[in-house]
Structure formats: structure tokens, C-alpha cells
């Protein structure tokens, strides 16, 4: 089969004759936006996460979706369809990625592809000059999470991560109270994701579908026979493609573990689990416990995957629990919080977004429409500082749950250089830091 066009070679093809020549990277001008200059945005990945991308990108001011992208284009069509119905306007479709990420016209892109695309397609749009807001995982692996802080910053894009958490006036109003001191020293936090993943059973190898280009779904991962059980979400739950629920719903809650501790990675892993429900075509822990050591800091993060049916943890099934020397905070979902106080558990402070008019904060309206305002003012202000999730935290929440996949697969306690970002005299663990990308799209060693 022929392979397709590496990105130099496609931006070769589709040059126009006689304009400047084409090279990567290229550094390209920052735009600034003033507050009544459109912004034109296109979304990568229709399904899933990329529906609510088309909604939080069409309630902002002045932001217009002028493309729609995803490799299936039956898909495409029935997004087509619904966009002119809900919001009376036209938007272009395109299944190349590439196309998009070379289109000048194209201001920012939201990624809401499989893992296994998040950093290669980050990465090209910063070396084209694009602003990017990528859903989590920011990355699929730890070293590919690596480059797409060295692009960011090497290109000065804003690149924002979905953690929508961080843009919540209570959650933010949590961390103020941990960090000012309300639990005294708060020394563990737990990560918890409750969630009821069912049987996908083995639908075993069928034709591609007519109308999904399979190799550009595939891109930077290594190319399998097509079953319907990876397209469009049980993809998660293959190595070659996602990471497991620690790895999808989990993210949110590994970055809330490491923003309240105010901790990195670890320098101790250790994580047991496994399938125990269904014999199906899952690879990845139906139940899987870790543990993520920072002795010299005096801190620890547990991190629990289990399928519900299940009891509540102090009423949260989904979300953290932070353990100080005065009492415990507990985060339910995205956007509420409350503490108890001391041995006998009195209720202290609490926050909820649907309260939340009192808190005086201006970060964000909570949710994924206000971490996309938050985005769309970083980008016109050409700002970092501005943003509740920048590229770091994509790095940074990936790689503790990358981490801990990689102490389950390995089966053993995991020693880790932070500073490095490498094991410590460990060159099996090293192996699964990065992957084999396939020809044609490498995430490349210099961005």
C-alpha cells in the first residue's frame, strides 16, 4: 500500500508556484487579536469531546468555526448538518489534519482526536503558528509530552490543556484554602475514578467503513487490522491508542492530585491491578491502584480505577480527597468541594459553582465553556500567564498517569528521575517513556 505524504512532502505538493518556500519548522509572527478581531478555529475530532468543543468554541465573542476535521466523513457530514441547524452557518469539512494545520486562514485548533494524535498534531500546529487547546491526555506517552512544552514555548503559542477543573472559581477557592493553610499541612491526596465501564466484547477484524480513511486515524501509531471496537471511543482502551481510564477520565483528577500537593512527578511508582470482570477486548485495568511517592517532599498520591458498581468515598465517586494534619477536602466532579474538620469531622468551608457568585474570583465561568474563554483571552492578549491550564500541565498530569501505566505493565516498584524524566539505571522502564512512531508522522526530536 502506499504510504502517505510525510507533512514536508505535503506542504511541498500543495505550495503554490512562486510563493515563499516552505520549510520546517518555521517560526511565524504571534497575531495579536484586539477585542473585535475574529478569531477562526478549527476543530479536530467531531466525536466525543470534539461536540462539546463546537459548543464552547461558538459561545465565545467574536470566535468563528470555520472547519470542521476528522478522519471519518460520514461523520463529518452529520456535524455538517447539525452546525447549520443549531447555528445557521456554513463551516468547511476536511479529513487531513494536515490541510487544516497548513491552512493560514486558521487562527487556533482544538484537539479532541484519539491520545495517540494529541502532541504530533499540537506540535504542527505550533511549528505553523497556530494557538492550540488540547484535550487530555496532552500527551501519549511522557517524552512526546516533553516536546510539546519545547514547542510551545519555542514557537510562543498558547497552548491550553482541557483540565476544564482549573477554570472553576471553587476549585480554585480549594486550592487557596490548602494553600493558606486551612488543613495545616496537607500531605496525601487520593485520585478517584469510579466509573462504569462495560464489556466491549471482541468484534474481532471486519473492512474499514466506507468514508473513514483508516491510515490517517492511525497517523502516528503503529498500524493494526480495523475491528469496530476502536472506532470511535473503545480506542481508549488499547495501549497503541489511549491509556486506560487513569488516562482519560483520570486526568483530570491526576492534575488536581499534583496542583494541591504542589508537587511534579514522583520519584517512587508503584501500581497493581487488573482485568477481573470481562473477557473481552480491553488491554487496558478494569481496576488499578497507584501509588506515586514523594519522600522528600513528605507527600504521597494514591490513585484508584474501579468499575462502578461501587460505594461513594466521603459521597465523591469521581474526584480527589486531599488528607491534612486539621482535615480533609473533598472534590466531587469538576466544580465543588467540602471540608471536614479534625477527629470529629465538623463541616467547614465548601464551594460549589452554582454558589459561586460570592467568591469575587475572575477565572473563569467553571466547565469547558469557561476554560475556552479563558483560552480565546490568553490567545488575544499573547499571554501565558493568563491561563488556568497551560502546556505544563499537559506534561505534567499525562506523565503521572503514564507513569503509573507503566509501573502496571512492568509489574514492579518504579524509581524516577524527575529532572531528568528518565528511570534511574532502568533502560526496560526507558524503553516505554516514548514509542515507534510510524514514517510520515514522527513526533520529531528537535521541534
Not at 472559581?169 to 478517584?192: E, Q, T, W
Not at 468541594?337 to 457568585?357: H, I, L, N, V
Not at 474563554?373 to 500541565?393: L, Y
Request: aromatic share 10%; proline share 5%; charged share 25%.
Amino acid at each position: 500500500m502506499k504510504m502517505e505524504p510525510t507533512r514536508r512532502e505535503f506542504i511541498k505538493k500543495t505550495a503554490v508556484a512562486g510563493s515563499v518556500a516552505f520549510a520546517l519548522p518555521t517560526i511565524m509572527p504571534s497575531s495579536v487579536f484586539g477585542a473585535n478581531d475574529r478569531i477562526n478555529a478549527a476543530v479536530l475530532g467531531v466525536n466525543g469531546r470534539g461536540k462539546s468543543h463546537i459548543k464552547s468554541f461558538m459561545v465565545q465573542d467574536n470566535v468563528q468555526i470555520t472547519h470542521l476535521c476528522d478522519p471519518d466523513m460520514p461523520l463529518l457530514k452529520k456535524r455538517q448538518a447539525e452546525f447549520k441547524e443549531t447555528y445557521k452557518k456554513d463551516v468547511l469539512l476536511e479529513q487531513d489534519v494536515r490541510k487544516i494545520i497548513d491552512n493560514k486562514d486558521i487562527d487556533v485548533i482544538s484537539i479532541a482526536m484519539p491520545n495517540h494524535w494529541h502532541a504530533l498534531a499540537t506540535i504542527w500546529a505550533c511549528q505553523a503558528g497556530k494557538d492550540v487547546y488540547v484535550e487530555k491526555p496532552g500527551s501519549h506517552n511522557i517524552w512526546e509530552g516533553r516536546k510539546m512544552v519545547e514547542a510551545a514555548h519555542k514557537y510562543d503559542r498558547i497552548v491550553q490543556h482541557g483540565v476544564q477543573l482549573r477554570s472553576s472559581p471553587a476549585i480554585n477557592k480549594a486550592i487557596d484554602l490548602m494553600r493558606n493553610g486551612y488543613l495545616g499541612k496537607v500531605y496525601m491526596s487520593r485520585g478517584l475514578v469510579f466509573r462504569w465501564r462495560p464489556s466491549i466484547g471482541d468484534q474481532g477484524f471486519s473492512p474499514v467503513p466506507e468514508g473513514l480513511d483508516y491510515d490517517l486515524w492511525t497517523g502516528p501509531a503503529g498500524k493494526r487490522a480495523f475491528t469496530k471496537n476502536l472506532v470511535h471511543y473503545n480506542w481508549h482502551w488499547a495501549w497503541d491508542y489511549g491509556n486506560g481510564d487513569v488516562g482519560n477520565q483520570g486526568i483530570h483528577e491526576t492534575d488536581l492530585c499534583m496542583w494541591g500537593l504542589d508537587v511534579g512527578l514522583p520519584t517512587k511508582i508503584t501500581s497493581m491491578g487488573g482485568k477481573f470482570l470481562w473477557d473481552d477486548a480491553k488491554e487496558v485495568p478494569e481496576v488499578l491502584t497507584s501509588i506515586y511517592n514523594y519522600p522528600e517532599e513528605g507527600k504521597i498520591i494514591q490513585f484508584e480505577v474501579r468499575p462502578w458498581c461501587t460505594n461513594t468515598e466521603d459521597g465523591a465517586t469521581v474526584g480527589n480527597i486531599f488528607y491534612g494534619e486539621k482535615g480533609i477536602l473533598v472534590v466531587d466532579g469538576y466544580d465543588k468541594f467540602k471540608t471536614y474538620m479534625g477527629q470529629d469531622r465538623t463541616p467547614g468551608e465548601s464551594g460549589d459553582d452554582g454558589q459561586a457568585s460570592g467568591t469575587g474570583m475572575d477565572r473563569g465561568d467553571g466547565g469547558t465553556d469557561g476554560h475556552f474563554k479563558n483560552f480565546i483571552e490568553a490567545v488575544r492578549k499573547r499571554d501565558r500567564s493568563v491561563q488556568n491550564g497551560p502546556v505544563e500541565t499537559a506534561h505534567l498530569a499525562s506523565g503521572l498517569a503514564h507513569l503509573g501505566n507503566i509501573a502496571y505493565r512492568l509489574d514492579r516498584v518504579l524509581t524516577f528521575n524527575p529532572s531528568s524524566e528518565t528511570f534511574v539505571n532502568d533502560p526496560e522502564a526507558d524503553k516505554m517513556l516514548k514509542r515507534n512512531y510510524r514514517k510520515g508522522f514522527e513526533v520529531p526530536e528537535i521541534v
